[in-house]
Each structure stands twice: as structure tokens, then as C-alpha cells.
């Protein structure tokens, strides 16, 4: 088979497969609630298999080295929360999603024009959830309407992830392992989630599902530092797998948690 010819199968393979977890993972997340929609939400579902695919292509140093700049771009994820919930009580969709898009690109562009050590990206991490939970609080809870699915949500869906793993996939070969783990950890899920819920349950609820997805992000931080371990020491596969396990576990300690305060009531 043709190089080229090869290449694009490949790619069209990747892209496919991303979207499906993509498109899945966010169903289950609109028919469960803020709550439990937010646990599924900050599942490495986008980053995740986009991460796999970088490790096809390259070796584990180069897996290390992006997770080191995936790190602190997990700090710039939740600024786009936050500034998303705020606008979202009251602004449009667009201009919502917009501003806060706008905010995670710029603080990418610092993050990236800085050298990062898992140190520094930790305490990052630390900083910015320090600042950042107390005042989503507020925002963590709404009315969840019934959600009626439109039939451009899941092409929407689908093709704003392929068009990630695309991008990712074709530019890590000459970008770098730093740009492709800026790239790896675009807000794809909750951007895509901003996109198609507000407009049919409304800011507040939305921003609901945002707003709760601060708790998962700080596992999806700690998860982004153990690959970067993982894939330093033991090799791509191994940084991949543990990296996945402390996400889900964190996750579903937060489900486990949440049960037990509701129980208590």
C-alpha cells in the first residue's frame, strides 16, 4: 500500500475511534445529571486515546516531555470553567464559549513560551484549584432538564474530535512533544458540551455540568503527572495504563463520596 494512502486509512482509523469515546462518553454525561455528567466528562476521553495515538509514533521520552506541558495546560482547562459558568448565567452560547475559549488559548500561549518542570506544573495545578473551586461553588447546582437530542449533536460531536486527533496526529512529527501536549489537552469535551447543551437547557444548568467537572480535573492533573512518571520509567504503555487507572479511580472515588453524603442526609 501507497505511503500516503497508508497514512490516511491510518488517520481516518484514529479519528474514528476518538470520536466514538468522544460521542458516547458525553450521551451518558447529559442523561445523568451535572454531577455525574462532570465524573464522565473529565474521563481522558479525548486526551486519552489522542495520548495513544502519540505513542504509535513516537517513544516514551516524547510522551514524558508532553505530559509535562499537558500538566499545567490541565490548570488552564479550569480557568475556561470557570469563566464559562460566570458568563453562562446570563450571556449567549457563542459569546460564553467564545470568551472562555479565548482565555484558555491565551494562558497556552504563556504556558507555553515557559519551561516546565512536574514540580512546577504541580504547583501549578495546586494554584490555580485553589483559587478556582471556591468560586465555581456556587455554579455547581442546577435544574437538569430533560434533554431532547437534535440530529447534528453527534456529527457536531464527532467531528470536532477527529478534527483534534487530525490535527494532533499530523503536526506532532515536525511540533514537538511540547505543542503536542498542548494540543492533546484542548477542552474538546466540555467545549463540545458548552456548544450543544446551552442551547437547549439553558446556561446555568450547563454551566452545572462545568462547574463540577473542577473536582474530576484535579484527577485528570495528578493522572497527566503519573504518565509523565509512567512513561519516564516504565515505558509508554505502562505510563498510558497507570495514567488511566488513577483517572478512573479518582473519579470513581468522587462518584463513591458523593454517594455517602447523600446517604448521610
Known amino acids: 500500500m501507497p505511503l500516503d494512502l497508508s497514512f490516511i486509512l491510518i488517520l481516518v482509523l484514529r479519528m474514528g475511534i476518538a470520536a466514538a469515546f468522544v460521542v458516547s462518553a458525553s450521551m451518558i454525561a447529559e442523561r445523568s445529571g451535572p454531577v455525574i455528567g462532570a465524573l464522565v466528562a473529565t474521563l481522558p476521553i479525548s486526551a486519552g486515546p489522542t495520548y495513544v495515538f502519540l505513542a504509535l509514533d513516537h517513544d516514551a521520552g516524547f510522551i514524558a516531555e508532553g505530559a509535562l506541558t499537558s500538566l499545567p495546560i ?55 484549584f485553589a483559587i478556582c473551586l471556591p468560586l465555581l461553588a456556587r455554579y455547581r447546582h442546577a435544574r437538569m432538564p430533560l434533554i431532547t437530542r437534535r440530529w447534528y449533536d453527534v456529527p457536531l460531536r464527532a467531528s470536532l474530535v477527529a478534527a483534534l486527533v487530525a490535527i494532533v496526529t499530523s503536526v506532532s512529527g515536525w511540533a514537538g512533544p511540547a505543542i503536542s501536549g498542548m494540543l492533546a489537552l484542548f477542552p474538546i469535551v466540555f467545549t463540545s458540551m458548552m456548544l450543544i447543551l446551552q442551547p ?42 497507570l495514567a ?22
Open 200 to 241: 437547549r437547557i439553558g446556561g446555568p444548568a450547563t454551566a452545572a455540568v462545568i462547574a463540577n467537572g473542577a473536582w474530576g480535573l484535579i484527577g485528570f492533573g495528578i493522572a497527566v503527572a503519573v504518565l509523565h512518571l509512567g512513561a519516564l520509567h516504565l515505558g509508554a504503555p505502562a505510563g498510558l495504563s
Open 244 to 265: 488511566l487507572a488513577t483517572c478512573v479511580g479518582w473519579n470513581l472515588g468522587l462518584w463513591w463520596v458523593g454517594r455517602r453524603k447523600k446517604a448521610a442526609k
Open 74 to 128: 490541565n490548570a488552564a482547562t479550569i480557568f475556561l470553567s470557570l469563566i464559562y459558568a460566570v458568563l453562562a448565567q446570563r450571556q449567549t452560547v457563542l459569546i460564553s464559549t467564545a470568551c472562555a475559549v479565548a482565555v484558555w488559548l491565551g494562558l497556552a500561549a504563556l504556558i507555553r513560551s515557559v519551561p516546565w518542570s512536574l514540580a512546577t506544573g504541580l504547583i501549578a495545578n495546586a494554584i490555580t
